[in-house]
């Protein structure tokens, strides 16, 4: 019992200064562009670090360590893939997205394709957006709550309600801030968990010892799970509301370039070190259930250790709830509210419509996880569309002239009925709903520009015979 009151003080403690972060930095956000956008430039390794932290969920502390237990250290891709994307954010997009000044995916893709195009991606990346928090909350709550020792409904309420207080609060810049907080516990946490396991297996000639030698394989899950994950991470970091809404924040296209390079960093870092926790609980606790691979090991910490590490699991619940209704709440701001409810732009009512949206874009999904747990069966729609949206965005800045507003609007539309059956229908022949969402736009838009040149050439052909036939006199 006292072993668990100084894990709850940690925690606390830890709460208490993100509280401390949203009051002080609270005036920044009294007008709804500063609510959004954090009010000011803020320098390139914070915003790094923001976007990083924002992956980092339970699904990627927990969820690695598990899938390390059953296959090995290639597990890390599920989390290095998302650094290789950042990798290739900052080489193809950073300077682009930055140049082009929007701070919603929906508005960026609106410039290029249409406003039909930015209707459509909003509903979707809300959608989308809102079921991540309900994964986030059913499966971090149902963790935090045997770490602390309480009811899991109570914890799936508690952190849902202190992210949503803290970012309606704060808005951006108290997410800027406290997700770099959250980052630094999390790398703290994660290596003070690696050290303890490799101590408590013996060191890593026990380790590699003990287990046979495909759990150190690179490619253990396969090479077709490796690229599936690629694609998905690359997807996800190339078409994510808040990390377009974040690249903005910096000055200019090189540290915007810049804070990408930071985010790899950090996420392939991550990524190894909890696939490395996961194959040292195969060999320390082989036959619990895998999912506690990584709370097994934080269990038998000492309770000022296990303080800091639960709080950096929390803060990964934190982080990523946080990105998310920020970022929801910046869509239904930017796309609904102020040009349909509020086109004269009356800044009061502006201000208190994204508070509140921030706050039900927060506590929606703690309902959601609370009662209807089968809604994570449809997580993968986050990944799998913002993959296809990935297709759109590439095309809008290296192909502008492939394809149709049309083609555009009906690539999303097919995208998500074609990667919902493709997941009920099993992924058939094995095949991932990742590459199902790559393949839509590439098709659709392939056919729409295909029909746009044989309506071009149909339209130009009266004009021609008019020109090449002899004049009648």
Known sequence: MQS???????????????????FVVRRSSRTSSSFASGGKVFPAVVIGFLMGSEFIGTTASVGTAQAAYESGISAAWNVVSLGVGFILFSLLLARKYRALGEITISGALASHYGSRVRIATSLVMICALLIVAVSVYASG?????????????????????????????????????????????????????????????????????????????LDGVGLSQIFAWMLAGVGATFATQYIVQAITTVGDSTKAQRAGFYSSLFLIAYGFLAAFIGVCAAVLFPRIES????????????????????????GAMFG?????????????????????????????????????????????????????????????????????????????????????????????????????????????????????????????????????????????????????????R
């Open 141 to 217: 709550g149902a963790i935090l709550a045997r770490l602390l020792e309480i009811d899991k409904s109570l914890a799936i309420a508690l952190v849902g309600v202190l992210a949503t207080a803290y970012v309606s609060v704060g808005g951006m810049r108290s997410v800027v801030y406290t997700n770099l907080l959250h980052a630094v516990v999390m790398l703290v946490g994660i290596v003070v968990l690696v050290v303890v396991a490799m101590n408590r297996v013996g060191g890593l000639g026990e380790l590699t010892a003990k287990l046979p030698p495909g759990m150190f394989s």
């Open 4 to 22: 668990a009151w100084l894990v709850l003080l940690v925690v606390g403690l830890y709460i208490a200064i993100l509280a401390a972060i949203s």
């Open 291 to 314: 999912i506690q691979a990584m709370p097994a090991l934080v269990v038998d910490l000492n309770p000022l250790l296990a303080g800091v590490v639960v709080a950096g699991l929390a």
């Open 320 to 472: 990523t709830i946080a990105a998310l209704s920020i970022g929801a709440s910046t869509l239904l701001f930017k796309d609904f509210y102020q040009p349909f409810f509020n086109p004269q732009a009356d800044e009061r009512k502006n201000v208190v419509f994204i508070r509140v949206a921030a706050g039900v874009a927060g506590l929606l999904p703690i309902v959601l996880a609370l009662y209807a747990t089968d809604v994570l069966a449809v997580t993968f729609l986050a990944k799998a569309l913002r993959a296809a949206l990935a297709v759109l965005v590439l095309l809008m800045f290296y192909a502008p002239r492939f394809g149709t507003r049309a083609g555009a609007l009906w690539t999303i539309v097919i995208a998500l009925v074609a990667t919902i059956g493709w997941y009920l229908a099993g992924s058939p022949f094995g095949i991932d709903e990742a590459y199902v969402a790559v393949a839509v736009p590439l098709v659709v838009m392939t056919l729409s520009q295909l029909a746009k040149r044989k309506g071009s050439g149909t339209a130009s052909a009266p004009a021609a015979a008019e020109k090449s036939a002899p004049v009648v």
